[in-house]
């Protein structure tokens, strides 16, 4: 009797659990194929990333070398108008309002640069040009005395003091001792300066000839100046014929 009573229930309660147990992998089954299909859309968006880079790395490959600092260039010109006419008509100074906003380390190095625009002395290129440049710098460095001039003029006289080929002078111009102390003071200066620079010679002339070419000569400076300390001695009796 308690077996026939039982089954019934038995029957409904495995029932139930395999509807579990199903519903169960249904919902397992949706969430890889959410998952998956999260994959695919992930899998999707990247491929469309990467070929957009691609495109774009391409076509930065066919522009020309000088394309991306040309277009900054361009651009930051663009902005110097229109901060300059921003400036001009509220009435301000466009450079003092962008000294104002610039750091401090950026505006020493375009000061910087400027003086280095501004130096007239490229170096030597021949010369005529190292004449030129030089008589420049004494020319620029003169300041005349308009005053001894004028009264040099009066005490000669005009006639005097402007020759012509039919006029004979003899002392009538005389330097004045200011004249003489600033003539003094610029050649001791020119002097001190011409110091400074020297030509270097390229090898001593007194020295004993050891080398047979150019190359030999920097190879055999190259092992005096590493090994030589330590080999003074076996050079010295060499010299001497002392070597054992």
């Known amino acids: 009797m308690s077996d026939d009573s039982n089954s019934p229930t038995n029957s409904s309660g495995n029932e139930d659990s395999e509807a579990?147990?199903?519903?169960?992998?249904?919902?397992?089954?949706?969430?890889?194929?959410?998952?998956?299909?999260?994959?695919?859309?992930?899998?999707?968006?990247?491929?469309?990333?990467?070929?957009?880079?691609?495109?774009?790395?391409?076509?930065?490959?066919?522009?020309?070398?000088?394309?991306?600092?040309?277009?900054?260039?361009?651009?930051?010109?663009?902005?110097?108008?229109?901060?300059?006419?921003?400036?001009?008509?509220?009435?301000y100074d466009y450079e003092r309002v962008k000294s104002l906003n610039m750091q401090a380390d950026v505006a020493e190095k375009l000061e910087a640069a400027k003086r280095r625009k501004k130096n007239p002395d490229t170096g030597f290129a021949d010369y005529e040009a190292m004449s030129m440049r030089q008589y420049e710098r004494l020319t620029n460095g003169l300041k005349p005395d308009m005053k001894s001039y004028e009264e040099m003029k009066s005490v000669v006289g005009e006639d005097q003091f402007y020759p012509s080929a039919n006029t004979m002078i003899q002392g009538s111009h005389y330097p004045t001792k200011n004249a003489l102390d600033k003539l003094s003071s610029d050649v001791q200066g020119q002097m001190k300066k011409r110091d400074q620079y020297h030509r270097r010679r390229m090898f001593d002339v007194d020295a004993p000839i050891d080398y047979i070419n150019e190359r030999n000569r920097k190879f055999n400076q190259k092992l005096e100046r590493f090994y030589g300390p330590y080999t003074d001695d076996i050079k010295g009796d060499l010299e001497r014929g002392t070597a054992i």
Do not use: C, M
Not at 42 to 61: A, F, G, M, Y
Not at 67 to 79: A, G, N, P, S, T
């Open 20 to 91: 579990g147990s199903s519903s169960t992998r249904k919902l397992d089954i949706n969430a890889y194929k959410n998952r998956f299909r999260a994959l695919h859309q992930k899998r999707e968006e990247s491929r469309k990333l990467n070929h957009e880079q691609v495109v774009e790395e391409d076509r930065l490959k066919k522009l020309p070398k000088n394309y991306i600092h040309k277009r900054q260039r361009q651009e930051w010109e663009l902005q110097e108008i229109e901060g300059k006419k921003l400036a001009e008509s509220e009435g």
